[in-house]
C-alpha cells in the first residue's frame, strides 16, 4: 500500500509530484527504507518506508 502513495514536493510555490525520475537515493535499514528525491525547484524531500 505505502508504495503506491505518491509524494509531492512541498517547498514554497511548488507541488511538483515526486516519482521516479527524481529519485537520487535509497537506502534500505532495520527501520525501513529511505528514499531521497530532489524536485526541479532544488528542494530535496526524504521519505521512510516500513516494511
Not at 525520475?21 to 524536485?39: K, P, Q, W
Amino acid at each position: 500500500m505505502l508504495e503506491q502513495l505518491t509524494c509531492a514536493c512541498e517547498a514554497d510555490g511548488c507541488d511538483t509530484a515526486l516519482g521516479e525520475e527524481h529519485l537520487m537515493l535509497s537506502m534500505r535499514t532495520d527501520g525501513g527504507t529511505r528514499r531521497a528525491y530532489e524536485c526541479d525547484c532544488g528542494a530535496v524531500t526524504v521519505t521512510v518506508v516500513q516494511e
